[in-house]
């Protein structure tokens, strides 16, 4: 028995879930910048390391929120999962990353560091894939109609 097809995710919550990601993986690349040039011998950049990764921390929660907003959607319909399942395994793993880097446990932070930032490459991408739905013409205000084009296959006047 198949599962009953998913609809196309909200608007405004998938343009957050972009944004998010879109944070997430900036903080995510300057993360590693900062973890090469502690590994080089640059021991100052530790400290932004670890400010980094609370930034982290809180743009993982922002992208576990959007995603549930993409999987809630509107009234009668709800967004793909995998938004939110990839979010929370995010989510989970800049903690236990974050625990890992505390503890200078270098090894299992090094490699879950890279498995880390792969994952958030990916929902990068992943969130760009989601198909953005057109606006309602609700959500464009133009009280008196000027600017507006033709339906398509409506008929079309021409003002001489």
Known sequence: MSSPPVAPAP??????LRASAGALAALAL???????S??????????????????????ALG?????ALVRLGGRDRRGPRGPLRLAA??????????ALGYQHAIGLHVVLG???????LFGLVDAWRLPLPARTAAAVPDPDG?????RPGGPVEVAQ
Do not use: M
Not at 146 to 150: D, E, V
């Open 89 to 98: 395994l995010v989510t989970a793993a800049v903690i236990l990353q974050t």
């Open 146 to 150: 000027a600017g507006r084009l033709p």
């Open 11 to 16: 608007r405004r919550p998938l343009i957050l």
């Open 63 to 67: 992208q576990l929120a959007a995603g």
């Open 38 to 59: 502690y590994l080089n011998g640059h021991y100052d950049s530790l400290a932004p390391h670890a400010a980094t990764a609370t930034a982290l921390a809180a743009a």
């Open 30 to 36: 300057l993360q590693t910048v900062l973890a090469a």
């Open 114 to 120: 890279v498995l880390l930032v792969s994952a958030v």
